[in-house]
């Protein structure tokens, strides 16, 4: 059996760890059960999903993930909070397996288990940068669901042609297909914070592109960006050499020199990267 925490018990950890959760570090908790019971829900994961949690923190999420699977890694990076954990998981969850792994989320490179899902409540200040890493990072990855800033959420799930698509939301097109999931009150965290969460769900694409071509495609895709409102001829000009070659290079790939980054989907631009 799983016992879930609560705001009492969230409290009490912090306070014997003499924890003060701290903007720099993105610490948010999740506070409420049901709250939890709704994000793992949302995930859609079965007991056989081999699932890694990024940043458990105190345990709040990790405890509801462990209610349904079987399979459970997590990578947290302040020791302390790490060691408290294992003792929170024998205490509340005796019975079901966790493996920690004490890491800067950033630097790893492996997991006790190849994850085929990756569920997690993201420090706000670095979420986009650890998710698109371990999609690099593990292949193995077929689902996942994150908490994250509103309006990062909104960047993530943006079609092209819409003004919140940019940069993050090509870069996750290339790994998978991502929609919104929900939104989560501000209410439910501890400390609460200024901005507004929303949880986004993403299911890798069956049509992956080759995998030699994705740091081309990604440097396209940031000098897309890079100048929103210059055409795709001037934005890209660093990156093909000159403004000449990056209108040669976009009519090769069937794309008017005068669109912008907004404009192209991922396809248009795995193209345009292929033809350097």
């Known amino acids: 059996m799983v016992e879930l925490l609560g705001t009492g018990e969230l409290r009490r950890l912090a306070n014997e760890l003499d924890l003060r959760p ?3 570090l993105g610490q948010n ?3 409420d059960p049901n709250t939890i019971r709704k994000i793992v829900t949302a995930a859609g994961l079965s007991p056989r999903d081999k699932v890694v949690e990024i940043g458990p923190g105190l ?6 993930l462990l209610e349904k699977v079987n399979h459970l890694a997590v990578v947290e990076f302040d020791n302390k909070l790490a060691n408290r ?6 205490d509340r969850a005796s019975g079901h397996k966790c493996q920690i792994v004490s ?3 950033m630097d790893v490179t492996s997991l006790p288990f190849e994850p085929d899902a990756l569920v997690a409540n993201l420090p706000y200040n670095i979420s986009v940068p650890v998710l698109l890493h371990f999609m690099e990072t593990f292949p193995s990855l077929k689902k996942g669901l994150v908490l994250v800033q509103a309006e990062v959420a909104a960047r993530l ?3 092209p042609g819409s003004k919140t698509y940019g940069s993050p939301s090509a870069k996750l097109a290339w790994y998978a297909n991502a929609s919104a999931a929900g939104v989560v009150s501000r209410n439910i965290f501890w400390p609460i914070p200024n901005v507004d969460s929303a949880l986004v769900y993403f299911e890798k694409r069956e049509d992956s592109y080759p995998d030699e071509l994705r740091a081309e495609v990604f440097r396209v895709i940031d000098g897309a960006f890079s100048q929103r409102r210059k055409t795709l001829r001037q934005a890209l000009a660093h990156w093909a050499g000159s403004p000449t070659e990056a209108e040669r290079l ?5 794309i008017s020199p005068q669109a912008r980054g907004e404009d192209l989907g991922i396809d248009e631009f795995v193209r345009l990267a292929s033809k350097k």
């Open 59 to 64: 345990g709040s999420l990790t405890l509801g």
């Open 157 to 159: 799930v943006a079609p």
């Open 250 to 254: 976009l009519l090769a790939a069937e």
């Open 103 to 105: 890491a800067d989320a």
């Open 29 to 31: 908790f999740v506070i």
């Open 22 to 24: 701290t903007k720099k």
């Open 85 to 90: 954990l294992k003792q929170t998981l024998d």
